[in-house]
Nanobody, 123 residues
Framework: QVQLVESGGGSVQPGGSLRLSCAASGRTFSIYKMGWFRQASGKEREFVAAIHRTYGSTYYADSVKGRFTISRDDAQNTVYLQMNSLKPEDTAHYYC????????????????WGQGTQVTVSS
């Protein structure tokens, strides 16, 4: 069992920045990859970014590439999402996810989910 807790959400103006954090606990040794998804009101949950926990390989949705950066801490227990140049279309509830199996881009590829944190970008 893995527990994930997100933090760092909030409201910012367009062009601003936020950094989301996701702290993992429990059977963290079993986690292969960690990622971020988001779900805007009335829309389906979509992939944002992912990182291989040990190798450090990163993957991004085209919509955030060049603006968002996913990273991990040295202990590999926390994953971050640095969000720069935020746009109103980035407004969504952001979820941290982890998996002990393969896959990167689909919600079904992930076994564990946090409660999420709201990000709102508006003027």
């Amino acid at each position: 069992q893995v527990q994930l807790v997100e933090s760092g959400g909030g409201s910012v103006q367009p062009g601003g920045s936020l950094r989301l954090s996701c702290a993992a606990s429990g059977r963290t040794f079993s986690i292969y990859k960690m990622g971020w998804f988001r779900q805007a009101s009335g829309k389906e949950r979509e992939f944002v970014a992912a990182i291989h926990r040990t190798y450090g390989s990163t993957y991004y949705a085209d919509s955030v590439k060049g603006r968002f950066t996913i990273s991990r801490d040295d202990a590999q227990n926390t994953v971050y999402l640095q969000m720069n140049s935020l746009k109103p279309e980035d407004t969504a509830h952001y979820y941290c996810a982890a998996t002990d199996s393969g896959g990167y881009y689909r919600p079904v590829d992930y076994n564990y989910w946090g409660q999420g944190t709201q990000v709102t970008v508006s003027s």
